[in-house]
């Protein structure tokens, strides 16, 4: 079965610096990824999605790249803030094209930005 | 528009007892997902409904049971609570499962703790 390991439990980093996330994933590859950010007693906000057949795809401050050959995605976020501190999911569907009902997730890296 | 809203959002029951979770989903959303997030586990995934019908179930025991009603909005209900119930649940909505990577909007869960 399909699993996702975040390389990292937890990242520091000084602001203003990018902040790289990577989310590995052991089995097939996924129709698409998405990534999702969580607040400590909120539930999780969707950021980002990315399909199969993109190399890359931004928002704002926010990168993600998905490399079907490494089985693997990249989050990153530049000029990074203490606001951006949370703990960042990534998701995928549970089989290729699978429903959204399927969606497992990552168990996350928690992202702490220092002033 | 407003959110996913869960109720309630905390609760504290007995080993034995049984608990009943409420989620309304955002207006218009008719897929509604479940999940059980643990420090140790992550975010794993229960069940889903659309249109008032099952669609997929994650690998939890029997004592874990979900419906969804004709307005969308949906319940879920574990029955002869363990200490290893304790958890945040979580539900999410998500707009059509016509396209599968449509981005899950979760609500602020309810903290379970079973003691």
């Known amino acids: 079965s399909q699993k996702i390991e975040q390389n990292s439990e937890a990242l520091n980093i000084q602001e203003g610096k990018t902040a790289t996330l990577t989310c590995n994933y052991t089995?097939?590859?996924?129709?698409?990824l998405q990534w999702y950010r969580q607040d400590p007693g909120r539930g999780p906000v969707f950021l980002l999605l990315i399909r199969e057949n993109e190399k890359e795809k931004r928002k704002e401050r926010l990168k993600v790249t998905f490399d079907t050959t490494l089985k693997q995605s990249l989050f990153h976020i530049t000029a990074s803030q203490p606001a951006d501190s949370a703990t960042y999911l990534c998701a995928l569907p549970e089989g290729h094209g699978g429903s959204q009902g399927n969606l497992i997730f990552g168990k996350g890296t928690k992202l702490s930005v220092k002033p | 528009k407003a959110g996913v809203t869960q109720t309630p959002r905390y609760l504290i029951k007995t080993r034995g007892q049984q608990v009943t979770l409420s989620c309304s989903p955002i207006s218009g959303h008719r897929s509604v997902s479940w999940y059980q997030q643990t420090p140790g586990q992550g975010l794993q995934f229960l069940f889903e409904y659309f249109s008032e019908t099952q669609r997929n179930k994650g690998n939890f025991p029997g004592r874990f049971s979900g419906r969804q009603f004709s307005n969308s909005r949906s319940e879920m209900n574990v029955s002869t609570l363990e200490l290893g119930d304790s958890a945040l649940y979580l539900c999410?909505?998500?707009?059509?499962?016509?396209?599968?990577?449509?981005?899950?909007?979760f609500g602020n869960g309810t903290r379970l703790t079973v003691t």
């Open positions: 999410a909505s998500s707009s059509t499962r016509d396209r599968g990577d449509s981005p899950l909007h």
């Open positions: 089995n097939y590859s996924p129709a698409y």
